[in-house]
């Protein structure tokens, strides 16, 4: 297998599996080197292609992240993160760096900032880039509070010229009637560009988007989910159109079995088999194998599947992506993952700042239209400086970052998501990129992070 044909499967897979974005540990390791490597078919043997090296503190927090690539039999150095956190361990700032123009050491590239309130919500992401001697700013968001019901997300463009920032974009989130407006600034008011709508009824959530016309809004998409299906649909100028359907089914235990994805046949009026993904589980109900089969001609035929060695605690030490080889009747090797773990001194068992916090994985992953995503918050959590250290969180936050740690949208925040039971919450990726994502649970002191992948 030759390199430009792992750059394709590079968009499928977890290339990080870390808790990346986690402000507080997701487990009592820290994957410390994350090895990838690709097949070559003359030798029959694996090839290192490049890795990933981490260094943790004892909280789980990732402090270096240095990526290689290997090249002649040698590790190249490529690109390295530094981290740095708060007593509550929310991330503060995050360096960036390059290779300088010999490639023989790191140089400043970029630099993300944050700031939080007494709640540990964030409340500022600013972007800067390294001119050679100083730090220059780019871009920043602000995150209003959303204590009185609407919350606002400003995206703001610095201004060398003038020295000001300028505005640029701005997400309005209005919990009274659970909507969501996304608005640009003309240069004197914010203009309406598009707004989704949550309801929810007879056990199932819609979420209608629309998009501003210039002098009012039109139905654009429309997805409706539950427990057992996830529908999307187009609108036509008149009527909603199917174009896609997911069936689900779960095990006892909640895990999900089977994702069966059909598109909509205008010709037939009817819903047509596309492709089937399959999941399985060891005893203590973690994926060990996906297999991902597309229908042709009338049959499933397996197209690809990735498997996965755990170690005795549960880390996934070898994750192997193969394809389905119809000539001779087997699975070829294509990509491999080898990773190491090292503890840090603390796990979400024997933490209370995570009693009754629940983040589960995102299915499907790798999602292709959309993706579901479910969480709790407890009432009562652990809180700094509250008596007897328990506190009830004003609000919770559900955050999608992307690999490189920049907000791409809040997903949901609010008092109303706090003791409530289990939420779920159906995503839509169409407008992301192929490659890799985190979302981030954040309420009180605890912050769980959890990676997705988006592929076409």
Request: net charge negative.
């Amino acid at each position: 297998m030759n390199r430009h044909r792992c750059l394709r499967y590079c968009t499928l897979i977890l290339l990080l599996v870390a808790t990346t974005l986690s402000a507080n540990a997701q487990s009592a390791y820290c994957l410390t080197n994350n090895t990838q490597q690709t097949w070559d078919e003359d030798v029959e043997a694996w090839d290192d292609f490049r890795r990933t090296l981490t260094t943790c503190d004892q909280r789980g927090n990732q402090l270096v992240v240095e990526s290689q690539t290997h090249f002649f039999d040698e590790w190249d150095l490529g690109s390295r993160q530094l981290m740095t956190y708060d007593d509550a361990d929310n991330l503060l700032e995050r360096v960036r760096q390059k290779l300088n123009g010999d490639g023989t050491a790191y140089e400043n590239d970029k630099r993300d900032t944050y700031e939080y309130d007494d709640q540990n919500r964030e409340t500022l992401q600013q972007l800067d880039e390294w001119d050679g001697a100083a730090w220059r700013p780019v871009e920043r968001e602000i995150q209003d509070s959303i204590d009185v019901g609407v919350a606002h997300s400003i995206t703001q463009l610095w201004d060398a010229g003038s020295s000001t920032w300028v505005n640029d974009e701005r997400e309005v989130s209005t919990l009274q009637d659970s909507s969501r407006t996304t608005e640009s600034w003309d240069g004197a008011a914010w203009q309406p560009v598009d707004r989704s709508i949550t309801s929810t009824g007879g056990g199932v959530t819609t979420i209608t988007i629309l998009d501003w016309d210039g002098s009012g809004w039109v139905n654009d998409q429309r997805l409706s989910y539950s427990d057992e299906f996830r529908k999307v649909e187009s609108w036509d100028g008149s009527i909603w159109m199917n174009v896609q359907l997911q069936e689900t089914t779960y095990d006892d235990d909640g895990n999900l079995l089977e994702l069966l994805e059909k598109a909509w046949d205008d010709t037939g009026m009817a819903w047509m088999n596309d492709y089937r993904v399959t999941y399985t589980y060891n005893a203590a109900g973690i994926q060990t194998l996906f297999l991902l089969e597309e229908w042709e001609g009338g049959m499933w035929e397996d197209e690809t599947r990735q498997v996965s060695t755990l170690d005795a605690d549960g880390n996934e030490t070898e994750e192997v992506w193969q394809d389905w080889d119809d000539i001779e009747n087997e699975w070829v090797n294509v990509l491999r993952w080898l990773r190491t773990y090292e503890a840090t001194g603390v796990g979400l068992e024997s933490d209370p700042l995570f009693a009754g916090y629940v983040l589960e994985q995102n299915h499907p992953n790798p999602a292709r239209t959309e993706t579901t995503i479910s969480f709790e918050v407890p009432a009562t959590v652990a809180i700094t400086g509250a008596t007897n250290g328990v506190g009830a969180p004003a609000s919770a936050t559900l955050t999608l970052y992307d690999a490189l740690g920049r907000r791409v949208r809040v997903l949901r925040d609010g008092r109303d998501i706090v003791g409530t039971g289990r939420v779920t919450l159906t995503v839509s990726v169409d407008n992301l990129a192929s490659g890799v994502y985190y979302y981030q649970l954040r309420s009180g002191n605890a912050t769980m992070t959890k990676t997705m992948v988006v592929s076409r």
